[in-house]
């Protein structure tokens, strides 16, 4: 007769849990065996014990309340051909796609590694591009900038006499409202609106493709140009800075600006916040850095 070791003993000697142990013998589809004396207890052979162990590769140890004859019973199965037997069954009962889905769950593992480092660099690039056309930005207006003072002390010329007007020729190609030529047209297509604090004290904004506009700071129709932007330059009374929107459909914007190959880049607020006042306070706050370096 074998001896039938309480789930508790079983578990002691296996080195884990009892809701482990119950796991496992579901897995191995092993039965449970009702104790001799007391059908409440649910118990495990020795065989039983053994071939769970052999399945998880845990090794046994007898528990401290143990009986005498589970020393003899251990030896008893381990020498056994039943034991043998259940042994080798319990192998091929182990689950075939085991390895298989080890391998499945190493390649989702690398595909979302490498799905987050795509973002991460496309993420980057983006950022990486707003800062270079900051950048380009803001090197020309510093070489504008350079040759203003160059400019105006420069002694004035007398005014050059003018060339006798001669008729137009019938059928002669006028110059004025000549179409744009194409390179003209691509240099446009590059420039961003201004908004401009100009020397009459008032704001001037300064659209490419239509000129200047009309538009009174911090009207609804202001708010209404904002819209339909996805960058702008603001050069007010205390500083400049480049103006990006987050994204085609956010009306978030960010504010940038390259002072000594250092980039800076602060949130600015939403389309409905942009006022002259956080413009201002924009620029001021960017100038600001040019003392700290």
Known sequence: MMTSLPLADCSTMLGIDPKTLRH??????????AH????????????QVQQVAMLHGRPLALPVSAPPVLDQALGQVQT????????AQATTLLPACGSEETDLR???????????????QLAQLALELLQERSQRYERRLSAL?????????????PPVPHAPLVAAQPGAPSLLGRPL???ELQARSRLIPLIEYGASG??????????????????????????TLSSFRFVGQQGRFTAYRKGRMSRRWSAYRTIHQHDYQHYLGTTDHLTIDCLEQMAAKLQSYMASL
């Open 202 to 227: 008032q704001y001037v904004v300064i659209c490419p493709e239509l000129g200047e506009l009309a538009l009174t700071p911090d009207s609804p129709e202001w708010f209404e140009w904002f819209a």
């Open 36 to 47: 001799p004396t007391d059908a409440r207890l649910k118990c495990l052979t020795m065989p």
């Open 106 to 120: 190493k390649q989702l593992s690398c595909l979302e590694a490498k799905l987050s480092t795509m973002q991460e």
């Open 181 to 183: 030529h194409p390179a």
């Open 24 to 33: 496992w013998l579901k897995q191995a589809d092993i039965p449970l065996q």
């Open 80 to 87: 056994s051909q039943e034991s043998e037997a259940q042994l």
């Open 145 to 157: 900038e350079a040759l203003l003072p160059q400019t105006l002390d420069r002694p004035t010329c």
